[in-house]
C-alpha cells in the first residue's frame, strides 16, 4: 500500500487514510462518489460491484444507500472507506 496515489487528483493517499476502490484505481475520500451519487445515476454503469465486475443495478445501489442512512450516515458522505 506504498505509494498510493489517487486515479482523479493524482494526490498521494496517506497509510490508514479512507479509499474507495475503482474498478481501474483507488481514490482518495474527496474524489470518492457520495451516497447520494449512488441513487442519483440511475440509468447506471456508473457504480459497478467490484466483486464480479458489473454494473450494480439500481436495486443494489439504492440498498447500499439505504443501508448507509440506516446506519446513521448522511447523504452527502463520501463513499470512502477504510476497508
Ligand atoms: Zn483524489
Do not use: N
Request: proline share 7%.
Amino acid at each position: 500500500m506504498h505509494d498510493l496515489h489517487c486515479l482523479a487528483c493524482a494526490q498521494p493517499i496517506a497509510a490508514g487514510a479512507p479509499t474507495y476502490p475503482d474498478v481501474s484505481g483507488t481514490l482518495c475520500q474527496e474524489c470518492a462518489p457520495t451516497f447520494a451519487m449512488l441513487i442519483s445515476d440511475d440509468d447506471g454503469c456508473a457504480f459497478v460491484d467490484l466483486d464480479t465486475e458489473e454494473p450494480m443495478s439500481a436495486g443494489e445501489r439504492h440498498a447500499l444507500y439505504d443501508a448507509h442512512i440506516a446506519a446513521g450516515g448522511k447523504p452527502d458522505d463520501s463513499m470512502a472507506s477504510l476497508d
